[in-house]
């Protein structure tokens, strides 16, 4: 079998991502490129039939799709905290706890919190976005690549290899070790400007080499500088891989020649697509922007009407029965500035043009912006608009909690996109930085440091009484006092208080354990990575724990019987703020204990002291 090059490969994936049709039904037919192209056009407040009509008049662009992607893309905001492991059996509690340590502090080494802001707001404008994590110097940098530099298949993104287009200047090719230098010398003699994908040049500078950077499951004769061709298709073997080509242009047609700067092997697919709804057919979802590309397009319609009515309404126009005149187009006549000239004793009278219907074409308007919210999910409430007075504040209320249900479907999208971001990429670039024995810092909320806390304090309160008592006997003092676990644990958490909201984390000092030693045994895929969706009423939040807190001053110190601690409890669930076992945490007061305590099992260092393994 005839062996097709990478670069053949691009070139027919990028011809038909341009110039192609792709038939979703009977009477659908769509292209994926033109409505990115369009999207981008809207954004920009751009009309894609020109700036001018007909008479060179300039036409107004009305913008409604600026708003409903920002209602979007605060709608759907995900922050770093809101992203956490948590343990699925008791034995994984503590080193879940760690590695959410681990997972916050390669977010903010990374700048992930960025990351997501840029990946959200590409998902509120095109419904879909795709991520790229690449490893450089052993650290994970995650990337959000735009749509006007990848070519894709328009109905399934796995359907061809990613193809990402990027240019770079001379002086960056050079400094790339990877690159074939002979080739990036002969890429540097063509100057090649930058170009979007449909070949416009982008701006003046030429200074650019035209780059497509190729990962896929390709033939594994790709990777030979002198591949078999004689091989049959039964015996082919595919293997991942990257290449880094760029081609030019010949005289002739269908006639290119061919660089390649790089190729080789790699373990994973480094791009992924993500999706707020995915859409059946399509590689592309829907934004808020193609939601609202007929009620945008009739907005635009009817200012450009309204504008030209008032434009004529504000002139003095006249007409005359002069036969010269006879075929002259008046309205023509008053954009160019003609002078009208008439016979002597020839009638010239005014037109009626000082009484234009505007209310009906507002009214059109109005009715197409309804449409377009409508469409979006973006009521005026979710805008921060004002709502008209005499409505009610239920009603407002109940309105925007119906436009907010579309967006947590959007937001738990979202969540698993990440989760798989964490299972697939993220928690592998850990595992490998775990052979160490630093110290790990951490800086914990009230609710972080409870639960560490909880689980540190009564143990390092054990094995530090253990090896006071041990040393008193072997010295022969008789004065060995009875184990008091509230007086150990409240000397220890006045120690441990010292440290603020930090806690520092090492591996076993005894075993002389790494980091990964510790985790070693600890199954990462028995854990669930949980983002939580932060789109809550902070003021129905706020009433509910106001109501809470004075159930609780009521009491007077009574303890709660069972019924009301069930649905107390089930209360504060439905907050999303304070959980059970937070509630349990606070609550909880250590059991007195009798005689002096076992020695602890091998202990493991967290926190600076040592918990049961």
């Known amino acids: 079998m005839a062996l097709?090059?990478?670069?053949?490969?691009?070139?027919?994936?990028?011809?038909?991502?341009?110039q192609g049709n792709t038939k979703l039904g009977k009477y659908?037919?769509?292209?994926?490129?033109?409505?990115?192209e369009r999207i981008d056009a809207y954004l920009n407040s751009k009309h894609i039939s020109g700036a001018e009509d007909s008479l060179g008049r300039p036409k107004p662009f009305f913008n409604i799709t600026t708003a409903a992607v920002n209602v979007w893309y605060r709608a759907t905001d995900i922050d770093r905290k809101d992203i956490r492991f948590v343990p699925t059996k008791s034995s994984s509690v503590v080193l879940a706890?760690?590695?959410?340590?681990?997972?916050?502090?390669?977010?903010?080494?990374?700048?992930?919190?960025?990351?997501?802001?840029?990946?959200?707001?590409?998902l509120a404008r095109y419904g879909s976005a795709v991520v790229k994590f690449v490893e450089q110097d052993g650290e994970l940098i995650p990337s959000v690549i735009p749509w006007n530099r990848y070519i894709a298949d328009?109905?399934?993104?796995?359907?061809?290899?990613?193809?990402?287009?990027?240019?770079?200047?001379?002086?960056?090719?050079?400094?790339n070790p990877l690159y074939d230098q002979e080739a990036v010398d002969a890429l540097i003699q063509a100057k090649i400007a930058r170009t979007t994908l449909d070949k416009q040049q982008k701006d003046t500078l030429n200074d650019f080499v035209e780059l497509y950077e190729v990962h896929g499951e390709l033939d594994e004769r790709l990777l030979d500088k002198d591949p078999d061709q004689s091989i049959e298709d039964k015996d082919i073997k595919y293997r991942q891989q990257m290449h880094v080509i760029s081609f030019i242009a010949g005289e002739k047609k269908d006639k290119y020649e061919d660089f390649c700067l790089y190729k080789g092997k790699e373990k994973k697919d480094p791009y992924m697509i993500t999706h707020l709804i995915e859409e059946d057919g399509r590689t592309l979802s829907i934004g808020a922007v193609e939601y609202l590309f007929d009620a945008q397009w009739m907005q635009n319609h009817t200012a450009k009407n309204m504008k030209d009515t008032l434009d004529i309404a504000s002139k003095l126009i006249f007409q005359t029965a002069d036969p010269r005149y006879v075929g002259r187009n008046v309205l023509s006549a008053i954009e160019t500035g003609d002078i009208f000239i008439h016979d002597d004793n020839r009638p010239l009278t005014?037109?009626?043009?000082?009484?234009?219907?505007?209310?009906?074409?507002?009214?059109?308007?109005?009715?197409?912006?309804?449409?377009?919210?409508?469409?979006?999910?973006?009521p005026e409430a979710t805008r921060g608009a004002t709502p008209p007075s005499g409505i009610a504040l239920g009603t407002v209320q109940i309105v925007t909690s119906q436009g907010l249900s579309l967006f947590e479907i959007m937001t738990e999208n979202k969540g698993l996109s990440i989760e798989d971001m964490v299972r697939l990429f993220i928690v592998p670039n850990m595992k490998k930085k775990l052979k160490h024995k630093?110290?790990?810092?951490?800086?914990?909320?009230?609710?972080?440091?409870?639960?560490?806390?909880?689980?540190?304090?009564?143990?390092?309160?054990?094995?530090?009484?253990?090896?006071?008592?041990?040393?008193?006997?072997?010295?022969?003092?008789p004065n060995v006092q009875q184990f008091n676990p509230a007086i150990e644990q409240q000397a220890l958490k006045q120690e441990v208080g010292s440290q603020g909201n930090k806690r520092f984390f090492t591996p076993d000092e005894i075993g002389e354990k790494e980091w990964d030693e510790v985790f070693n045994d600890f199954e990462w895929d028995s854990i669930n990575v949980e983002v939580t969706n932060e789109q809550t009423d902070k003021q129905a939040v706020l009433t509910t724990l106001n109501s809470a807190f004075q159930t609780i001053a009521s009491l007077a110190g009574r303890p709660m019987t069972p019924d009301e601690r069930l649905i107390f409890g089930k209360i504060m669930e439905q907050t999303g703020v304070i959980s059970t076992l937070q509630l349990s945490q606070t609550g909880a007061q250590p059991a007195p204990m009798q005689g002096p305590p076992a020695p602890t099992a091998t202990p493991t260092s967290v926190g600076g002291g040592v918990l049961p393994a």
């Open 4 to 18: 097709e090059s990478v670069h053949e490969i691009v070139r027919a994936a990028e011809d038909n991502y341009l």
């Open 28 to 36: 659908v037919d769509w292209s994926m490129h033109d409505t990115i």
């Open 97 to 122: 706890f760690v590695a959410n340590v681990l997972l916050q502090n390669w977010m903010n080494k990374n700048r992930f919190g960025q990351f997501l802001n840029q990946w959200g707001r590409a």
């Open 154 to 175: 328009p109905v399934q993104f796995d359907a061809v290899p990613r193809i990402e287009k990027f240019y770079l200047t001379p002086a960056q090719l050079r400094k």
């Open 350 to 378: 005014r037109v009626a043009n000082d009484k234009p219907d505007i209310s009906a074409l507002q009214n059109f308007g109005t009715m197409w912006q309804a449409l377009g919210r409508e469409l979006t999910s973006t």
């Open 438 to 477: 630093d110290q790990i810092a951490a800086i914990l909320d009230d609710a972080g440091i409870t639960e560490i806390d909880s689980i540190y304090v009564p143990v390092e309160a054990i094995r530090r009484y253990n090896a006071r008592t041990t040393e008193q006997i072997l010295n022969g003092d």
